[in-house]
């Protein structure tokens, strides 16, 4: 095409896009969202590097194993994590900002036609007595939660090493392998 041509056919498409005739492309304004959700994740890929770097220090587990096995290395897992993340403290992974985006997308969800079965599916365990820490481990007196699919459709994917649950309103952040609670948000359902 010729450049007089192309000039023509561009200048037609400004006019009848409504663009500024000035000849600049005006980009569309950052998404906050998705700068929260840059920086929620990097801090997951920071923790999971950390927890990579951990757990190729251990011997692996044989498969199939057995329990006792599977329990040795989670125990090991979590004192290496541990001693790792002393400084750790809740709000390192879950910031404010995350917090927040946190709580908009699970409100969409509870507020949806399968709201309210969504939410009693989460709070049907009484959980008052159960007091989270960061770096300490799930609480062994509670079930581990299931997430409903519809809350996991709208929260930033984890690796696989890490698993959202609840422990009634809180919205726990969960080292599977250690078994520990990385970070946690209180609240969460609103």
Request: avoid cysteine; glycine fraction near 4%.
């Given at each position: 095409m010729s450049t007089r041509l192309f000039t023509l056919?561009?200048?037609?498409?400004?006019?009848t896009l409504g663009a500024p005739t000035t000849g600049a492309f005006q980009t569309p304004p950052p998404n906050p969202d998705a700068q929260v959700i840059a920086d929620?994740?990097?801090?997951?890929?920071?923790y999971e590097a950390l927890h990579d770097k951990l757990e190729s220090s251990l011997p692996?587990?044989?498969?199939?194993?057995?329990p006792e096995l599977v329990a040795q290395h989670?125990?090991?897992?979590?004192?290496?994590?541990?001693r790792a993340r002393a400084g750790a403290r809740?709000?390192?992974?879950?910031?404010?900002?995350v917090r927040a985006y946190i709580r908009r997308q699970l409100s969409r969800v509870f507020s949806g036609p399968d709201g309210a079965r969504v939410r009693a599916t989460i709070l049907?365990?009484?959980?008052?007595?159960?007091?989270?820490?960061?770096?300490?481990?799930y609480p062994s007196t509670m079930p581990v939660s299931t997430v409903p699919?519809?809350?996991?459709?709208?929260?930033?994917?984890?690796?696989?090493?890490?698993?959202y649950r609840f422990?009634?309103?809180?919205?726990?952040?969960?080292?599977?392998?250690?078994?520990?609670?990385?970070?946690?948000m209180e609240k969460a359902l609103g």
């Open positions: 056919v561009a200048a037609a498409l400004i006019v929620f994740l990097d801090r997951v890929k920071r692996n587990v044989p498969s199939p194993a057995t989670q125990s090991a897992m979590e004192r290496l994590l541990t809740r709000g390192d992974i879950f910031t404010d900002p049907d365990e009484d959980t008052r007595a159960v007091k989270l820490t960061v770096n300490s481990r699919p519809q809350v996991l459709l709208v929260l930033p994917r984890l690796p696989d090493a890490l698993e422990v009634g309103d809180t919205l726990v952040l969960l080292d599977i392998h250690a078994g520990t609670v990385v970070d946690f």
